[in-house]
């Protein structure tokens, strides 16, 4: 068997976005030679796919596509970075994205779905990837919002790539109006939620739970202050109102001029679009929320990759 050496196991790591341990193996099997290694990284396949599965996949890419009245949204998971950089990585998540899409954001149908090319669902297309580029990963969500008249716009925040990053927002606007410029207000009002992390739409829409946990905590500061219960009340629904402006999306200040309320914003747009528009929904995903990420100690893990 030839030298290994370290530009040999980088450039089959870029070629295929596996791990390094695993670069450097499928090298050594096969003598060194780069095609007969990648053959071999996706050959091995599903065994490797399953023992990958247990590792927490907490990074990857959020994808938005939008056709004019339509739009997807949705989030695939990976281990690291690295793979969401990878060309391979980016195409499949597009790819999927545009199937969630035309399956409209129905998430069982999509991983039924045939993925292009290769004669295998979706979902088979991901356990593949996760056996070649040696990380596990998951279909995390989607969504697919649609609109009778009017636009979905999108916007995707810390972009790698077109429809592809770590924030994406999707916006529904209903209007018979100037679709060119229902386009543009709507991806105005996609970057204002990127920024200002609405939780709701509209004060009906608030999180009942969320609002009673606000309203005891504000209600027992007001009450260190040692004012009468008929001042705590005023007290407490001023700091109500100021808690609505800061989560529901139409009664936030529109961060794109500092002074007007979304609300007024998508009200004062009827002039300009010809017909008046309503706001009927917006989604919001950021890569990784609520998935807890493990601390790892890199040198057993790179000892245990030597092990193994």
Same mark, same amino acid.
């Given at each position: *068997?030839?030298?290994?050496?370290?530009?040999?196991?980088?450039?089959?790591?870029?070629?295929?976005? %596996?791990? *390094?341990?695993?670069?450097?193996?499928?090298?050594?099997?096969?003598?060194?030679?780069?095609?007969?290694?990648?053959?071999?990284?996706?050959?091995?396949?599903?065994?490797?796919?399953?023992?990958?599965?247990?590792?927490?996949?907490?990074?990857?890419?959020?994808?938005?596509?939008?056709?004019?009245?339509?739009?997807?949204?949705? =989030?695939?998971?990976?281990?690291?970075?690295?793979?969401?950089?990878?060309?391979?990585?980016?195409?499949?998540?597009?790819?999927?994205?545009?199937? #969630?899409? %035309?399956?409209?954001?129905?998430?069982?149908?999509?991983?039924?779905? %045939?993925?292009?090319?290769?004669?295998?669902? +979706?979902?088979? !297309?991901?356990?593949?990837?996760?056996?070649?580029?040696?990380?596990?990963?998951?279909?995390?969500?989607?969504?697919?919002?649609?609109?009778?008249?009017?636009?979905?716009?999108?916007?995707?925040?810390? #972009?790698?790539?077109?429809?592809?990053?770590?924030?994406?927002?999707? +916006?529904?606007?209903?209007?018979?109006?100037?679709?060119?410029?229902?386009?543009?207000?709507?991806?105005?009002?996609?970057?204002?939620?990127?920024?200002?992390?609405?939780?709701?739409?509209?004060?009906?829409?608030?999180?009942?739970?969320?609002?009673?946990?606000?309203?005891?905590?504000?209600?027992?500061?007001?009450?260190?202050?040692?004012?009468?219960?008929?001042?705590?009340?005023?007290?407490? =629904?001023?700091?109500?109102?100021?808690?609505?402006?800061?989560?529901?999306?139409?009664? !936030?200040?529109?961060?794109?001029?500092?002074?007007?309320?979304?609300?007024?914003?998508?009200?004062?747009?009827?002039?300009?679009?010809?017909?008046?528009?309503?706001?009927?929904?917006?989604?919001?995903?950021?890569?990784?929320?609520?998935?807890?990420?493990?601390?790892?100690?890199?040198? #057993?893990?790179? %000892? #245990?990759?030597?092990?193994?």
């Amino acid at each position: *068997m030839g030298q290994i050496s370290a530009s040999m196991v980088k450039e089959l790591r870029d070629t295929t976005g %596996a791990g *390094m341990m695993d670069c450097k193996k499928a090298l050594a099997e096969t003598d060194g030679d780069m095609d007969a290694a990648v053959d071999w990284l996706r050959t091995k396949g599903l065994a490797a796919a399953a023992k990958k599965a247990g590792r927490i996949a907490a990074d990857g890419l959020v994808s938005v596509v939008t056709d004019g009245t339509r739009g997807a949204l949705l =989030e695939i998971n990976a281990e690291t970075d690295f793979v969401a950089r990878n060309e391979g990585f980016q195409t499949f998540v597009s790819d999927v994205a545009s199937i #969630a899409l %035309a399956e409209n954001g129905n998430a069982e149908k999509v991983l039924a779905a %045939a993925y292009p090319e290769t004669g295998r669902t +979706v979902q088979e !297309q991901l356990t593949h990837n996760i056996a070649t580029i040696g990380e596990n990963m998951s279909f995390r969500r989607c969504t697919a919002p649609s609109v009778n008249d009017g636009v979905v716009a999108g916007y995707i925040h810390s #972009a790698v790539a077109p429809g592809l990053g770590k924030i994406g927002v999707l +916006v529904a606007l209903e209007s018979t109006g100037d679709k060119a410029k229902l386009e543009a207000l709507g991806k105005q009002i996609a970057m204002h939620i990127a920024a200002a992390k609405p939780e709701a739409l509209n004060i009906e829409d608030v999180d009942s739970s969320n609002l009673e946990r606000e309203r005891a905590v504000l209600v027992e500061q007001a009450r260190e202050s040692g004012k009468p219960e008929s001042i705590i009340e005023k007290m407490v =629904e001023g700091r109500i109102r100021k808690y609505y402006e800061e989560v529901v999306l139409l009664e !936030q200040v529109f961060v794109i001029d500092g002074e007007t309320r979304v609300r007024k914003v998508v009200e004062n747009a009827a002039a300009d679009v010809g017909a008046p528009v309503k706001l009927s929904a917006f989604t919001r995903y950021v890569l990784g929320e609520g998935i807890e990420k493990k601390e790892e100690d890199f040198a #057993a893990e790179v %000892a #245990a990759a030597v092990k193994g």
